[in-house]
């Protein structure tokens, strides 16, 4: 199994554990928010915000650092989602697979094997 392969894994892995746990809503007239952005009594918005993968579909790549990473009110809403994050983040350092945060798969192989 390559890098790659162990990244798509890894992220396919994440997704799952984080489904739907962020809350991401679009109210009537478009606006987009999150449990973050709720809480913190705005409703635009959340942490992909001000990226350039971000869409009006939300994101366009496949990202394994922003599938692992999350805000202080999720980890304070969902502590045993965060737990799970956090092994397979272990994993993926160990492993040795490149994820930095706002980028794509190719992004982070870019000069990689
Ligand atoms: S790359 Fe990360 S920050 Fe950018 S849109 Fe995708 S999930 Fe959001
Ligand atoms: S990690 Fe936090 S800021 Fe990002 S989408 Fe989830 S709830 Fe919102």
């Known amino acids: 199994m390559t890098k790659q392969d162990i990244y798509s894994k890894l992220s396919h892995t994440a997704s799952a554990i984080i489904g ?3 809350g991401i809503q679009t109210s009537p007239d478009g606006r987009v928010s999150c449990l973050d952005s709720r809480a913190k009594g705005y ?3 959340c942490c ?6 971000l869409s009006n579909s939300g994101c ?3 990202s394994l650092a922003c599938r692992l990473w999350t805000c202080f009110t999720f980890q304070k809403n969902h502590p ?3 737990k799970a994050l956090m092994y397979v983040s272990a994993a993926a ?3 040795g697979i490149p994820h930095a ?6 992004e982070n192989f870019r000069g990689e094997e």
């Open 93 to 95: 350092r160990n492993a």
């Open 60 to 62: 366009t790549v496949e």
């Open 20 to 22: 739907d746990r962020c």
């Open 48 to 53: 992909c915000n001000g990226c350039p993968h």
């Open 43 to 45: 409703v635009i918005g």
């Open 101 to 106: 945060y706002r980028m794509s798969k190719e």
């Open 80 to 82: 045993d989602t965060t």
